[in-house]
DNA sequence: GTACACCTTGTAGTGGCTACAAGGTCAATC
DNA sequence: GATTGACCTTGTAGCCACTACAAGGTGTAC
């Protein structure tokens, strides 16, 4: 895809590959209000994309990548997008939040591991199913309760 | 609810009330075949449930809050209520391979967390968006790979 | 002009529910 | 027997962040 100018325009397909997002994705974008509507040839026509795109959706998969929802990307956008002037404040709040709610997940899959691991550990795996642990365990509650 | 042979029978909300399972989640465990279809005093009426409905479901809330997906809990169910004397083998297996997923999803997010806090120590919060380094490493990147 | 890769929009599906809406049932009271 | 009111019924839509199609249109090279 080249253009009058010299420029070269990226497809969707293009941008998809050298971004690292797929092109369904980078639609589903769009849909949402995370990425602006892409430049077009006319109704119908292909999407046209540039260099600053696919930067923009770099920033939006590593965001993803560190678990991020797309509100908070939205959010980040708008504030890598503002004034450069203004103070990061709120980039930090998002990101803290984000962690402390990483930590919560971590915190609560953690015990779940445990518990997992420990009703595991008291069948054998060779007794009859009536005798099993992990089925009593989970029949009855945590054996330790009984 | 009481029908004529002395036994109690349970609606549904007395069912979810017992068993610490909502009723929407009951009536979609009946339609995804978790758990048989209630008996019923005819089409349209209510579904009407006993003191063993109270246990399968309760069963099946402690497998999910150890995480296990629906499709594991039907298997687990099964065997639960098969032959009684057969080794429980795939209990183990199931048990052993959904805490394989859990251990890696911790390691998933465990990387994830290490890397969002590296991202996060190196802003204090009060630098102009312009040099934030949460948004400079979103933007390109690991600040270690550059 | 024709082949072919790639694009377009729209829709349905994923998992495990929750949240409604519009109407029906059940038990108790009058 | 009528009414009240709590609870139930089915059906549908929504959540999240996509993925996977289907049917047809566009762009480009030969």
Redesign the interface.
């Known amino acids: 895809m080249v253009n009058g100018q010299g420029d070269t325009t990226l497809s969707i397909g293009e941008l998809a590959s050298r971004s690292g997002v797929s092109a369904e994705a980078i639609r589903y974008y769009e849909r949402e209000h995370v990425v602006p509507a892409a430049a077009r040839g006319g109704p119908g026509r292909y999407r046209q994309y540039d260099e600053a795109d696919v930067?923009r959706l770099?920033?939006i998969r590593?965001?993803r990548?560190?678990?991020f929802s797309l509100d908070e990307v939205r959010e980040?956008l708008a504030?890598?997008d503002?004034?450069?002037?203004?103070?990061?404040?709120d980039?930090?709040?998002i990101?803290?939040a984000?962690?402390a709610q990483?930590?919560e997940?971590?915190a609560r899959?953690?015990a779940?591991?445990a518990?997992?691991?420990r009703?595991?550990s008291e069948?054998?795996?060779?007794?009859?199913?009536?005798?099993?642990r992990?089925?009593s365990?989970?029949?009855g509650?945590p054996a330790s309760d009984r």
Request: glycine residues 10%.
């Open positions: 930067e770099q920033f590593r965001a990548e560190l678990g980040l504030l890598n503002g004034s450069p002037s203004r103070p990061c404040t980039v930090n709040r990101a803290r984000h962690l990483v930590d997940k971590l899959l953690g779940l591991r518990e997992l691991d009703v595991i069948c054998a795996g060779v007794v009859p199913v009536a005798d099993c992990i089925l365990a989970l029949s509650g």
